[in-house]
């Protein structure tokens, strides 16, 4: 069970746009600068959480990428199902309804039990990630990242932003 | 993010050797007949958990698979780890040290925040598995299933083992 790269180029770039002041983008090749990755690769992903309702895609020669709404009201989940979407990460294929104690599918009134156990654990690991809204990973990256970081990242902004 | 088919092909063998009696085995061809799943790929998912120490296998005529332990003593999770790893979910690429914040490893003291969320919500996910053994799932099967179900499972076995 492996999430796909891109989970962690858009969380990073979701925390990173909640700093950004109101009315203001990171356009995709800005975005990928900061984060040390190629823009091509980073700018579907950057789709695919614009088809979610995450960011919003401003055009024209200022434009680029903002939230969608204040980083508070929106969760870590959110972006991790933009990007990985939203399907359970166990399939049941339904397979006690094959071999010899196979019945018509109508006799089987209550979801598998092993389904059920999957499908929980599924719930509890989506459930953290909505227990995280962006904010809160400001936050937590503002006091945890080395200072030096922090103050690399803030001339970054200011200068882009100018 | 989606596990294997495996996982839910050695779930189900691992339920249903639960309920085969000490000393006796299942083969492999008998596995893939009761769950109506090809043998060739069901047997590199058997030979997974008997690596991971979950089943053994018992060599000769008479031999195939059983379980290691009692089911009361594996869980779910042990399974699942067998069948798709124990590597989490969420791979850190670390890329808070790239780009133009970037400060040499050592001035990194505690891990990204980002890799801190998606590890909680990786153990919240095991944590659900490991809660759950092999003999709670029988329990469950024994009273969810369709009773037509058991029976002819019942049935199944016992000529198997006659």
């Given at each position: 069970?492996?999430?796909?790269?891109?989970?962690?180029?858009?969380?990073?770039?979701?925390?990173?746009?909640?700093?950004?002041p109101p009315e203001r983008t990171l356009s995709a090749a800005r975005?990928?600068?900061?984060?040390?990755?190629?823009?091509?690769?980073?700018?579907?992903?950057?789709?695919?959480?614009?088809?979610?309702?995450?960011?919003?895609?401003?055009?024209?020669?200022?434009?680029?990428?903002?939230?969608?709404?204040?980083?508070?009201?929106?969760?870590?989940?959110?972006?991790?199902?933009?990007?990985?979407?939203?399907?359970?990460?166990?399939?049941?294929?339904?397979?006690?309804?094959?071999?010899?104690?196979?019945?018509?599918?109508?006799?089987?009134?209550?979801?598998?039990?092993?389904?059920?156990?999957?499908?929980?654990?599924?719930?509890?690991?989506?459930?953290?990630?909505?227990?995280?809204?962006?904010?809160?990973?400001?936050?937590?990256?503002?006091?945890?990242?080395?200072?030096?970081?922090?103050?690399?990242?803030?001339?970054?902004?200011?200068?882009?932003?100018?």
């Amino acid at each position: 069970m492996r999430l796909s790269e891109g989970v962690e180029w858009g969380i990073h770039c979701a925390t990173l746009l909640a700093v950004v002041p109101p009315e203001r983008t990171l356009s995709a090749a800005r975005l990928a600068e900061y984060h040390g990755v190629p823009a091509p690769y980073l700018t579907k992903h950057l789709q695919a959480l614009v088809r979610a309702g995450v960011l919003d895609s401003v055009p024209g020669p200022r434009g680029g990428f903002r939230l969608v709404r204040p980083a508070a009201d929106l969760t870590v989940l959110d972006v991790v199902e933009a990007i990985d979407g939203v399907d359970p990460s166990f399939t049941c294929t339904e397979i006690r309804r094959r071999g010899p104690t196979r019945l018509p599918a109508r006799e089987y009134g209550v979801p598998c039990s092993i389904h059920v156990v999957m499908d929980r654990a599924d719930a509890a690991w989506r459930a953290e990630l909505q227990a995280v809204s962006i904010a809160d990973l400001v936050r937590e990256v503002v006091q945890r990242a080395p200072a030096r970081a922090l103050e690399k990242g803030i001339g970054w902004m200011q200068e882009v932003l100018a």
